[in-house]
């Protein structure tokens, strides 16, 4: 049930804060229905917030994702949507662009990885800020404060990011076992580096080898999501270490750990803008970029799907600036991480660029009928308020996608149906039985693939001057 009042003012020029909890997933959230809650200060923000009841991810990865948020469009209406050179190109029009003309001033603290300011996120801000990899609020909140501080002027826009949900969930926080601290068996041996990602159906195998590429466009050794598949293989002709129940409920234990641990940085961070007054004119987004799946379709990743498990997220608005009418209210959704762009910038009074596909959240509505969603793998999905239909196999990058989704028998295993009502895990293909709804769901795939306008390039040419091609020249490839 909807409860808003439609066009509720707010002051002029708010603060305004967007936070992405990398990796953390909707229902590891108290306010989604995690009990016992690891997030209580995210909570207590839902409570007094507008929180979007089923909010999804563009994406299914950092890169591709934060791209759509820092945007307001699709991964591949920005760039080709290939994970071996994806980045936002000069080309494209930032969030803190924008905000720029407006009279904002504008920085990030962000966890480095995919969010470094090498795959072009930095463009915009005055301060990107990304030395920590793969580092987690921990690092990045103290950066936040220091500006604040020392550098800060109102109107101010700041992106605030940290890896602390995401795999292999030890990150640096203050706990390392703040649950389930009495467990003694040897599951925190499989958190170490990646070994999650050597996990298939419950059997952890440590001797799979891992292969990687380098990004040709930031110039940084990435793992190959394509991997999973290899490790099918694998798992088939070696043996493996199986993981009981108490070993996988402790994995779960220290993911919600790092749950924890980005709550009470954020908490710490809500709490010092409050101090200094700046959080009575402020509007905060907290988001995620992706979920996780923890087991539920045999992987301890995100990559390999875009189920719900890795793309349904966390999304609340919150801050001194939100208006009252606005206050403990719910969206029944779906939204999407494309609304994020044109809400902030309908709090700052801004102009949204035309053509954006998202909504302002604070404008009332229940949401989109339905979202497309793209993976760094060969899939691309329409996810409705009660199913989704995800196409496997067919080049993303492809200018021919069109032409193949609307050709191709709807039939396993190119076309997968799942029911969310009746199967929320997703673990079953209903397309025999329910052969209507996946029709119209990939009319609904169509309409959106014939009226986008594709990216025609990836992202960024390299630089023969950078690391990466110096390595090349020296290894005598140019």
Not at 24 to 44: F, N, W
Not at 88 to 115: K, M, N, T
Not at 205 to 210: S, V
Request: proline share 7%.
């Amino acid at each position: 049930m909807i409860a808003i009042a439609l066009g509720a003012a707010l002051a002029a020029s708010p603060n305004l804060v967007l936070v992405s909890i990398d990796g953390l997933r909707a229902d590891r959230v108290g306010a989604y229905g995690a009990s016992p809650s690891p997030t209580p200060g995210l909570d207590r923000l839902a409570a007094d917030g507008l929180l979007c009841e089923v909010a999804l991810s563009q994406s299914n990865e950092s890169l591709f994702s934060h791209a759509s948020l820092l945007s307001g469009r699709h991964p591949s209406e920005i760039a080709l949507p290939d994970y071996r050179t994806f980045a936002v190109p000069a080309s494209a029009l930032l969030l803190p662009e924008i905000l720029e003309v407006y009279g904002y001033h504008r920085a990030a603290f962000v966890a480095g990885g995919h969010v470094k300011g090498g795959y072009g996120f930095a463009q915009g801000f005055e301060e990107y800020w990304d030395d920590a990899d793969f580092g987690a609020f921990f690092h990045t909140v103290p950066q936040a404060e220091r500006w604040l501080a020392e550098a800060a002027r109102a109107p101010f826009f700041l992106f605030l990011h940290g890896y602390d949900t995401h795999r292999p969930y030890l990150h640096s926080g203050m706990y390392f076992h703040a649950f389930d601290a009495d467990y003694t068996g040897t599951a925190d041996e499989v958190l170490e580096h990646s070994e999650t990602e050597r996990i298939l159906d419950g059997v952890y195998y440590p001797g799979f080898p891992f292969e990687y590429f380098w990004h040709a466009g930031a110039g940084e050794r990435i793992l190959d999501p394509g991997g999973y598949a290899r490790l099918r293989e694998w798992a088939a002709t070696h043996e493996g270490r199986p993981l009981d129940e108490r070993d996988r409920a402790h994995i779960l234990a220290h993911y919600d750990s790092g749950a924890f641990s980005a709550d009470l940085q954020l908490t710490r961070f809500v709490d010092r803008l409050r101090a200094s007054g700046a959080w009575a004119n402020t509007l905060m987004v907290i988001v995620a970029d992706h979920g996780e799946d923890l087991g539920e379709h045999g992987v301890y990743n995100h990559r390999s799907t875009l189920a719900d498990s890795a793309t349904r997220v966390p999304m609340v608005v919150a801050g001194g600036a939100l208006p009252a009418a606005l206050r403990g209210t719910r969206i029944p959704g779906p939204c999407a991480a494309v609304d994020v762009v044109p809400t902030l910038l309908a709090a700052a009074g801004a102009v949204a660029p035309p053509g954006l596909p998202g909504h302002d959240l604070l404008a009332g509505g229940p949401g989109h009928e339905v979202v497309i969603q793209e993976g760094v793998l060969p899939m691309i999905a329409v996810r409705s308020a009660t199913h989704r239909l995800t196409v496997q196999g067919l080049p993303l990058d492809s200018p021919m996608l069109p032409l193949l989704v609307r050709v191709a028998p709807i039939t396993a295993a190119t076309f997968t149906l799942t029911d969310l009502v009746a199967d929320p895990r997703e673990t079953t293909n209903v397309l025999d039985s329910q052969p209507e709804v996946a029709r119209e769901l990939r009319a609904r795939l169509l309409g959106w693939l014939d009226a986008r306008e594709p990216a025609g390039s990836s992202g960024r040419s390299l630089d023969p001057a950078s690391a990466f091609g110096r390595m090349l020249k020296e290894r005598g490839y140019w």
